[in-house]
């Protein structure tokens, strides 16, 4: 036989499927990746519209060829925009997000300041996912017992016919032994042999055996059943043993006797029926045992009993006054056969198959009446340590708290100001029902506290509400909401002789009714509040002396309340602004990413270039994880003890400060103002690098990555408010893997060759090009001064909201002296946090779990030092641009020679260099790019098939049917024209770069292979038999332009040129440009380290200069001015504070660190 076992079992039946919980961070994700969605449609939408457009303009260029497309252009197009664009979404988001998840759990789960030593019972987490919620935590429901108490129960007074009996003291527990010995002796025995005889007898606990050869212990099923058991042990009532269903009770008062009992019925104690009773025989005699909640109780006294009423009132309101958990005691004689007909009914229903629960708790109902009340017991359950100044911090934090528990009316009172839940000079409302009240009269009370809470705006409010009046409240809509209207208006809500359903109902009123909706978290201890648990947002189980129910139905489980502070100003702080910052990061560089190449479609004739080469965008989402990914794992914008030590500081994570539509929106403002910076600085470096030779679609897109990257690590470096090693160093993995990437791939021939060919060498040339390096500098220059301006702007805004003398006010000392940002962030240490802890095992307490890691403050101020001086450079540099040219522009197109004599107008000095420009042409378009069989032009063998794919009939096969090779519409499109210059020689070597020419090479049967039009057959006079396809003049053409127009090398002039001379130019014009309105330019220039003619990029460098200088100039005048009037952000704890300004803590550490430096600080 198996039993305990299957579907039916109470604990299957009681279990409840876990909700899936899902943070407010993961749904405004979802969201804005639906924005994001429908921007990349948006985007593919205008650049497909403008290429409909502008189509017919590209499709009669002689040297494009239309694509064969399957479906038609405006849908083709529409969808290689949105593929294009499709890197906005950041799909790395959600592996970045598990990632910063797991370690800030790792850093909760190993806190050593959350460790209860008691249990060696560490922080625990179930839902990872959650961290961040912890910070936006709006209302808290607490369970009473066990959660803000010890849960160890002490039977403290008692109540028995009239009298009542102890006294609450520091002393262990009941004192009262001696009073009910003298009340013996008045004759007041019998009255306290019943009560006690109820007390030792009424309950399921068991004796356990003795250990360490001291007295049996009692195992119990709560602590108060267990209290009560010992207490009437030590006052002459023993309970002996159980075995089966007989009970034995020692009577040691007077002459020692032994009393049996024989168990006929247990009427379980239940959270709707709020009591228990047996059903005894002693001897001939039948009677039954009740104790239970006053309100139950009193209900089913006996007339007699009634008659009791205000001196029973009197005791039970005394007892609550001082806290204590009262419990009434009856008692009634049955008849034999009255007992033995509720017993049939009894084993009835305990064997019945359906609503046995129901049955039992209906059989109950008809035994539990006409009890006669024999006393009252009142219970002290001790508040945890910390628990008054954890809950002062919460609501100082903004944080509403509501107190749900199963106590009278008076005793959670008065808990409530011992926990200083509630406050003296508090208005509290109160809401209870009379048993003969209507629902009517709920309706008017809820409707008249409204009336009289609204009325008192300057107090501080609370209200006190019993079950008996949810029961009505929950019970009607309207009702519902104006009781949650009245709530809202409360700082506190304590709930009394509530059951668990009422709790989870609690719950869910707030969740579903406050709007915007808030971050609900239930804390409790026991199985009675895992619905409430469950219900909340955020669910958080004590380890309490009850079972690990609400551990294990947790999200969150601590050892005691008072962690709880820790958990949520700092853990939960810290984790919401790092969640934020690395989601509005991971937007921000897609959104400036796609832009860029959004940007590089309109100079790409709307074809679907990416201005990235494929395989180096594919390493960007990869290596700009890294060091934001630090940032979510370790950023901290104050300490630990400075969070503890200003509450009001999580009013930013409450109020959703840090990830909001407006954060969203300056994000995307963000974008714009890099991506526009980035792109203008690079295009005006554009003309420069093309003279260097360097200025083809792969070594600019190279060069334009590069400058993303750089300012992708800059702008983790200047988001975080401390860094470390980790932080630090995950940027300088990022950049050394990005380096090593390009060393790899395009500087590696065998990965070259496989992934791109074109890209081979292209770092290489890269880090030869001035020009280049300007442009970084540039590029980091303007964004760290842009950013820190744009930062102190908006601090400056926030500042200036309240008058000077509220600033000074709020970080004034006690003698009224001025304190400076650096003395607010530094809390002076406390003396508990030095000493030394005993180290837990089952955690890791080094400094790495400890996040005690030393740290320096914000390097925005370093940065600025650093790079404000950077822009005198950018004058010195923006000279060497401008390069004296020999422009020549003949009006010389179709097939013909043309002859123009030049005036030289100063000296040049050799190398000169000769070179054409021919415009518009789009090199740079998708279809012709791809149009060349990169295995032709390096000599190995290449399929007919994939000859096909890229290259079109015409350019693959000429009018005769003789193949071409190589093949495309590159080779077939070169520029043929030739130059010489009168008396002077134009040497036509190293125009091209070394490495290509090098890789380009000839077949093994070039010139034997029938049917074939080879590369000299197409240029005669250009490319010479003997070279081939490593004529440096075709090597350099099949470089395709970045825009669009087309700037190669010709050739050197070796000789001085004297100013005046007048030089003789011949010109054979072949190259058609009319067709397309285009011009053909040929230029002599001398060629510097910044390049030649280009008076754009100096001037651009000039003006980034000037635009820095004021920049640094700008701040430094906030900073001082700041500094002197102390309009600080951060609050000392005296007087008000302005919470628009505590939401940028970090910037009282900017401005202090720019005028005296950043400093070194470690944390602990």
Not at 174 to 195: H, M, N, S
Request: hydrophobic share 45%; charged share 20%; proline share 4%.
């Amino acid at each position: 036989v198996v039993v305990y076992t299957g579907s039916e079992t109470r604990m299957v039946l009681n279990t409840r499927q876990a909700t899936w919980k899902q943070s407010n961070l993961e749904r405004v994700t979802n969201v804005v990746m639906l924005v994001v969605l429908a921007a990349i449609g948006i985007l593919a939408l205008l650049s497909d519209v403008v290429f409909n457009i502008n189509k017919s303009t590209f499709h009669h260029l002689w040297y494009l060829i239309p694509p064969d497309l399957i479906l038609p252009d405006w849908l083709s197009y529409w969808l290689t925009f949105c593929v294009l664009y499709s890197n906005m979404m950041p799909i790395s988001l959600y592996p970045t997000m598990e990632f910063c998840n797991s370690m800030q759990a790792y850093f909760i789960k190993n806190d050593v300041n959350m460790y209860w030593n008691e249990l060696e019972f560490p922080a625990s987490v179930q839902s990872s996912n959650l961290c961040q919620e912890l910070g936006q935590v709006n209302y808290i429901f607490s369970d009473k017992t066990g959660t803000l108490t010890q849960n160890v129960m002490e039977l403290k007074r008692i109540w028995i016919a009239g009298r009542m009996y102890g006294k609450v003291t520091e002393e262990k527990g009941f004192c009262g032994g001696e009073e009910l010995r003298t009340a013996r002796g008045e004759g007041q025995g019998r009255d306290i042999d019943l009560f006690l005889e109820v007390l030792a007898v009424a309950h399921t606990a068991v004796v356990s055996a003795p250990t360490n050869g001291g007295p049996p212990g009692y195992e119990a099923e709560s602590p108060d059943e267990s209290a009560l058991v010992e207490a009437v042990a030590q006052l002459g009532w023993r309970f002996a043993s159980r075995v089966g269903e007989r009970m034995v009770v020692a009577q040691e008062v007077g002459a020692s006797k032994e009393i049996e009992y024989q168990i006929l019925a247990v009427n379980a104690f239940d959270s709707a029926r709020k009591r228990m009773s047996v059903v005894v025989q002693k001897g001939g005699e039948f009677f039954l045992f009740a104790k239970g909640a006053d309100n139950v109780m009193l209900d089913r006294s006996s007339v007699a009993s009634k008659n009791l009423g205000a001196n029973l009132d009197e005791a039970l309101t005394n007892f609550a006054g001082e806290g204590l958990r009262t419990l009434v005691i009856g008692r009634r004689t049955l008849r034999q056969d009255e007992c033995r007909r509720w017993l049939d009914k009894y084993q009835a229903a305990q064997k019945s198959l359906e609503d046995r629960d129901g049955n039992l708790a209906r059989v109950a109902e008809e035994i539990e009446v006409d009890l006669d009340i024999v006393g009252v017991t009142a219970i002290e359950d001790k508040l945890q340590t910390g628990v008054p100044e954890t809950i002062e911090k919460l609501r100082e934090a903004g944080i509403n708290l509501w107190v749900l528990t199963g106590d009278k009316l008076e005793t959670a009172r008065n808990i409530g100001f011992s926990a200083k839940v509630l406050e003296a000079g508090m208005t509290i409302a109160t809401l209870d029902r009379a048993p003969d009240s209507t629902a009517a009269s709920v309706a008017n009370a809820v409707d008249a506290e409204a009336a009289r809470l609204s009325s008192l705006e300057s107090l501080e409010k609370a209200m006190m509400v019993t079950g008996a009046a949810l029961e009505v409240i929950l019970g009607d809509m309207q009702l519902k909401m104006r009781f949650l209207a009245v709530a809202q208006n409360c700082s506190v809500v304590i709930a009394c002789r509530v059951s668990p359903l009422q709790k989870a109902q609690m719950v869910r009123l707030v969740r579903e009714g406050v709007k915007p909706t808030p971050v609900t978290l239930s804390v409790g201890d026991g199985a009675n509040d895992v619905p409430m648990i469950q219900e909340a947002q955020v669910g958080v189980g004590i380890a309490g002396r009850e079972g690990r129910q609400a551990v294990n139905n947790s999200d969150f489980a601590i050892g005691q309340f008072s962690y709880l502070q820790r958990l949520l100003l700092v853990h939960g702080r810290w984790n919401y602004r790092r969640a934020c910052k690395f989601t509005l990061f991971t937007f921000w560089r897609n959104a400036v990413q796609v832009l860029l190449i959004f940007y590089y479609t309109f100079l790409s004739g709307y074809s679907g270039t990416s201005i990235f080469e494929d395989w180096i965008r594919l390493s960007f989402n990869f290596l700009c994880s890294f060091p934001i990914m630090a940032t979510g794992c370790f950023d901290q914008d104050v300490t630990d003890r400075v969070a503890l030590a200003y509450p009001k500081l999580y009013t930013i994570g409450r109020c959703g400060m840090d990830l909001n539509t407006v954060k969203i929106c300056q994000a995307l403002a963000s974008a714009v103002v890099h991506s526009l910076t980035l792109w203008g600085i690079t295009c005006m470096a554009y003309p420069s690098m093309e003279l260097l030779g360097v200025s083809d679609y792969y070594s600019w897109g190279t060069a334009v990555y590069t400058c993303l990257m750089l300012d992708m690590n800059y702008r983790v470096l200047f988001l975080n408010s401390t860094h470390n090693r980790y932080t630090l160093g995950s940027i300088m993995v990022s950049s050394a893997l990005y380096v090593f990437y390009l060393v790899v791939y395009p500087c590696t021939r065998l990965f070259a060759d496989l992934l791109g060919p074109n890209m081979y060498m292209v770092p290489y040339q890269l880090a030869t090009s001035v020009p280049f390096w300007l442009s970084l500098l540039t590029v980091l220059t303007v964004m760290v001064n842009l950013d820190l301006f744009l930062m102190m702007v908006g601090a400056w805004r926030q500042t200036q909201n309240g008058d000077l003398a509220k600033a000074k006010k709020i970080c004034a000392g006690p003698s009224g002296s001025w304190r400076s940002p650096y003395e607010l962030l530094l809390v002076p240490p406390d003396p508990k946090a030095d000493q030394e802890l005993e180290e837990p095992q089952t955690i890791d307490t080094s400094s790495f779990a400890q996040q005690k890691l030393a740290a320096c403050i914000t390097t925005a101020p370093i940065l600025l030092c650093a790079f404000a001086p950077s822009s005198l450079p950018c004058f010195s540099s923006a000279s060497a641009t401008f390069e004296e040219v020999v422009h020549a522009q003949p009006n010389c197109s179709g097939i013909r020679t043309c002859t123009i004599q030049v005036k030289v107008p100063r000296t040049m000095t050799p190398p000169i260099l000769v070179y054409y420009a021919a415009g518009p042409f789009y090199q740079n378009y998708n279809d012709y790019m791809k149009s060349e069989v990169a295995k032709e032009l390096m000599a190995k063998p290449a399929p007919e098939k994939l000859r096909e794919t890229l290259c079109s009939k015409s350019t693959r096969i000429d009018s005769d049917g003789n193949q071409i090779v190589p093949c495309g519409l590159k080779v077939m499109s070169m520029f043929n024209d030739t130059f010489s210059v009168s008396g002077l020689a134009i040497d036509k070597k190293n125009v091209a770069w070394a490495s290509d020419v090098e890789r380009y090479r000839n077949p093994e049967d070039y010139l034997k292979r029938p049917g074939t039009v080879w590369l000299h057959d197409l240029y005669p006079g250009i490319v010479s038999q003997d070279e081939g396809v490593k004529n440096e003049q075709f090597v350099t053409w099949m470089r395709p332009a970045a825009l669009r127009r087309v700037v190669k090398h010709y050739g050197w002039i070796q000789e001085k040129l004297e100013a005046g001379r007048v030089l003789k130019l011949s010109i054979q014009s072949r190259y058609p440009v009319r067709e397309f309105d285009g011009y053909k330019h040929l230029i002599i220039t001398e060629l510097g380290p910044f390049g030649g003619r280009h008076h754009g990029f100096g001037y651009t460098l000039m003006f980034a200069g000037a635009v820095c200088m004021l920049l640094g100039a700008a701040v430094t005048v906030m900073v001082r001015y700041q500094d002197c009037t102390g309009a600080s952000i951060l609050r000392s704890g005296q007087g008000p504070v302005d919470l628009s300004a505590i939401a940028h803590p970090e910037l009282a550490m900017t401005f202090q660190g720019i005028v005296h430096s950043a400093f070194e600080f470690s944390p602990r």
